[in-house]
């Protein structure tokens, strides 16, 4: 398997766009987890799935922030409008169960202008 | 308020000296413990963990962690440190008790490897 799989890799964009980054779990995976690191704020979960579903969307900072997990094999996470404070790395992350171990995809470096 | 703390920012160590990460939680049973690893530009990939039973931990790279629950601790350690093990640590938490499947995650720990 190649693992987690995420794009792009790095996103440049410009105050007020659309942003929407992609994620491919490990087939067989049950969880998906989107996760946002800073250097302010560390490590945060912003959302997570079961099977498809979102079960937990408390961590998501608000409105312009949405997650879709159409199927097993793809998530996305979209900004609209995008904000120069979203400037992060953000990862996706797999897992066969709540606390199996969680893979990590590689992560995009976003950049807002 | 329940967390999970990591009192060290940064460490440097020379390269073939031992290593002590702390982490401590604050909750009112014992949760599932966590260590994971995350190199330069990438995502983080699992040390060990712990969920019961002997509270001393092996996983991978030779590293390994003691559960303490009268410190409320869960300290990584590895004899021998080597150059590539120059990373940020991230203690976790998970309260399978309370209908949360979420890991909290502490700060982090950045290691540093001089020669």
């Known amino acids: 398997d190649a693992g987690v799989i995420q794009s792009p890799r790095h996103e440049v964009t410009e105050m007020g766009q659309e942003v929407t980054l992609r994620c491919k779990p490990i087939?067989?995976?049950?969880?998906l987890f989107w996760y946002r690191q800073t250097m302010m704020r560390g490590l945060e979960l912003l959302i997570y799935?079961?099977?498809?579903?979102?079960?937990?969307d408390s961590g998501m900072p608000e409105d312009r922030f949405s997650a879709k997990m159409p199927n097993a094999s793809f998530s996305t996470l979209k900004i609209q409008p995008s904000e120069p404070r979203d400037s992060a790395v953000y990862f996706c992350a797999s897992s066969l169960g709540p606390y199996n171990e969680q893979f990590f995809g590689p992560g995009t470096r976003l950049t807002v202008l | 308020a329940q967390s999970v703390t990591q009192p060290d920012i940064h460490i440097t160590v020379s390269e073939g000296a031992s290593l002590e990460l702390r982490c401590n939680y604050s909750y009112g049973a014992t949760p599932y413990l966590f260590w994971y690893v995350q190199s330069p530009g990438q995502g983080l990939q699992l040390l060990l963990k712990y969920f019961s039973g002997d509270t001393l931990v092996q996983g991978i790279k030779g590293f390994e962690a003691e559960f303490k629950r009268s410190q409320s601790s869960f300290n990584l350690r590895k004899p021998s440190v080597h150059w590539s093990d120059a990373a940020e640590y991230f203690c976790a938490v998970g309260l399978p008790n309370f209908g949360n499947e979420k890991l909290t995650f502490g700060t982090g720990t950045r290691l540093t490897i001089i020669p």
């Open positions: 799935f079961n099977n498809n579903v979102p079960i937990d």
């Open positions: 087939s067989g995976h049950d969880y």
